[in-house]
């Protein structure tokens, strides 16, 4: 009986050699490698700090004028006013203006009260009342107002002399004129003169704008002329705070009497 030889299986095994053969091949020619994630960072921008830079304050400057206007202290005064108002006036002309009038004046007191600013960019505008007390006149006061302007980080005051007094504005001047109507002799029964009019001159001095180098002379000086003791003299105005005495009278004298004490 004659063998027979079946191929079929020997195909079979074939095909699965052939198969395991491309598996290889495929897993030898895959060399990519495998992905990595890779990190970013991330910026995370901090919250954002809000500086709040405060205006200059107006009434701070306007009061701190007036005050060293009482205390005579125009060095001060001066450098509140704006770099435009010191090119027009000097400062030993800006103090010599406020101490002739008050001088001219008699001033004995100086008030102000400042009532309300309107500030926009750049400049204020600021409403006053100013009074002046005269020792010869009484009190002058008029409603007044100033303007202001920004420098950098402060406000300076545009000055004319119109912010003393309003009258002063455009050139104009003050000059105080006194006319003292004559009066007759009072005599007593027998004739002897109780009260006559002789030409006197009114003796007294400003505190506030004496040299401190100098007061002992001008002290000595007023007691010889007034008759009274240099200490009598001092303890006027030596307890007064700068800024609170104006004009301190402290007699009257002939005035032949008083050339004649000046020359001694």
């Not at 063998?3 to 079979?12: C, R």
């Not at 005269?134 to 002058?140: C, D, H, I, T």
């Not at 107002?145 to 050139?171: C, F, H, K, Y």
Request: net charge negative; glycine share 6%; charged share 20%.
């Amino acid at each position: 009986m004659p063998v027979q030889v079946h191929k079929k299986p020997i195909f079979v095994v074939l095909l699965v050699v052939i198969g395991l053969f491309l598996s290889a091949c495929n897993a030898a020619g895959n060399t990519s490698a495998t992905p990595v994630a890779t990190l970013v960072p991330t910026f995370t921008l901090p919250p954002p700090e809000v500086h709040t830079t405060p205006a200059p304050n107006v009434e701070a400057v306007v009061n701190a004028y007036f005050n060293a206007w009482q205390a005579g202290d125009f060095e001060t005064m001066y450098s509140l006013i704006s770099k435009e108002s010191q090119g027009v006036v000097d400062a030993e002309s800006f103090a010599k203006l406020h101490r002739d009038l008050a001088f001219q004046l008699a001033l004995s007191e100086l008030r102000f009260d400042s009532q309300k600013a309107v500030i926009s960019p750049g400049n204020a505008e600021v409403s006053y009342d100013l009074s002046l007390t005269s020792s010869l006149v009484g009190e002058l006061s008029s409603p007044n107002q100033m303007t202001l302007v920004q420098e950098g980080a402060d406000w300076r005051i545009n000055w004319s002399p119109g912010l003393i007094l309003t009258e002063l504005a455009n050139g104009l001047s003050l000059r105080m004129d006194l006319e003292v109507p004559e009066r007759g002799n009072i005599l007593d029964r027998n004739g002897e003169l109780l009260a006559g009019t002789v030409n006197a001159a009114a003796i007294g001095l400003y505190p506030d704008y004496m040299d401190p180098e100098k007061a002992e002379s001008i002290v000595s000086l007023l007691a010889r002329i007034t008759g009274k003791t240099a200490q009598q003299i001092v303890s006027r105005y030596i307890d007064y705070a700068p800024g609170t005495v104006g004009y301190l009278p402290l007699g009257e004298v002939e005035l032949e009497e008083n050339q004649r004490l000046i020359d001694i």
